[in-house]
């Protein structure tokens, strides 16, 4: 089994929609959790970075953790085409520079216009 | 505005001919990755580097080696390329400090995308 687990999609929605994107893991000792997005023929860039558990909102992106569950989501309001992408949950159990983020393996979304 | 560079983006090789694979960062940078991505595998870690001339295994580092003599380069190393190291290879690098909010963002350059034949 996976450390982490992630709906390899695609996933096409159309413009406008909410979108949710998830991922469960099984180490309990992951504290840190973040959301890459990855464009076609780029290497990822951090989108949202949170710590434990809640939530966390920035625009119209919002980062959810739940640790009792071992699941995490990001939910996309109003998609837009320009949202396409590539989205990789990543993880690690502590929070310096030299931790090793542990990866999902990404879901393809695709926004239709 | 922060930049990692690798030296190709695309490179076709020959089994058994040896392979280097350079990335470069022009943020002062401590902590260096190379990761290969597959498609249905995601990002998998073969090496990382915490310092200048230190270096550790990640989750998959056989046929690889890697070298970082400079803080700002770290090179990784097919000594022998194969066909099943045909991939996406990807450089980060990351830093810590208590003054940037403590997160261990790591950034990533372009990928090289390398074909063994």
């Known amino acids: 089994q996976k450390e982490v687990e992630q709906d390899p999609g695609p996933l096409s929605v159309p413009e406008g929609a909410i979108v949710s994107l998830n991922c469960t893991y099984s180490n309990s000792a992951f504290q840190y959790f973040m959301w890459y997005r990855q464009y076609s023929r780029k290497g990822p860039e951090l989108l949202m970075y949170t710590y434990s558990s809640g939530n966390k909102e920035d625009g119209r992106f919002t980062a959810q953790v739940d640790k009792s569950s071992k699941y995490i989501s990001l939910f996309i309001r109003d998609s837009q085409p320009s949202d396409s992408a590539t989205y990789l949950c990543?993880?690690?159990?502590?929070?310096?520079?030299?931790?090793?983020?542990?990866f999902g393996t990404g879901t393809r979304l695709t926004i239709i216009p | 505005d922060v930049k990692v560079t690798q030296s190709s983006r695309y490179l076709v090789k020959r089994t058994g001919e040896k392979v280097f694979l350079e990335c470069v960062q022009d943020m002062d940078h401590e902590n260096m990755f190379w990761y290969r991505q597959d498609p249905g595998l995601g990002l998998r870690l073969i090496y990382f580097s915490y310092d200048v001339k230190m270096k550790e295994k990640g989750d998959i580092p056989e046929g690889y080696s890697v070298s970082r003599e400079k803080k700002e380069r770290f090179s990784l190393i097919l000594e022998s390329a194969s066909t099943n190291q045909t991939s996406m290879y990807l450089c980060?690098?990351?830093?810590?400090?208590?003054?940037?909010?403590?997160?261990?963002?790591?950034?990533f350059g372009p990928g090289t995308r390398l074909t063994v034949l």
């Open positions: 990543a993880m690690s159990g502590g929070n310096f520079g030299n931790e090793k983020l542990t």
């Open positions: 980060a690098s990351s830093f810590w400090s208590y003054e940037a909010g403590g997160r261990n963002e790591q950034f």
